[in-house]
């Protein structure tokens, strides 16, 4: 799986979501950055990067 399709699936996962509270949902495509604001007010940043494997099976 690539990392823009990762991304994207998180998105529309997060955008199609009820009952999280989300009120606003931003992309920062460039810094692989969702933003993601709760009803609540809090906010939350999730950085999206791929890696290595780091427990092979």
Do not use: A, W
């Amino acid at each position: 799986m690539e990392l823009n399709y990762f991304k994207d699936k998180l998105f529309d996962l997060l955008n199609d979501s009820e009952g999280m509270g989300i009120t606003d949902l931003n992309s920062d495509e460039q810094n692989n950055l969702l933003t993601v604001r709760t009803e609540d007010g809090n906010v939350f940043e999730i950085v999206c990067q791929q890696t290595e494997d780091k427990h092979p099976k």
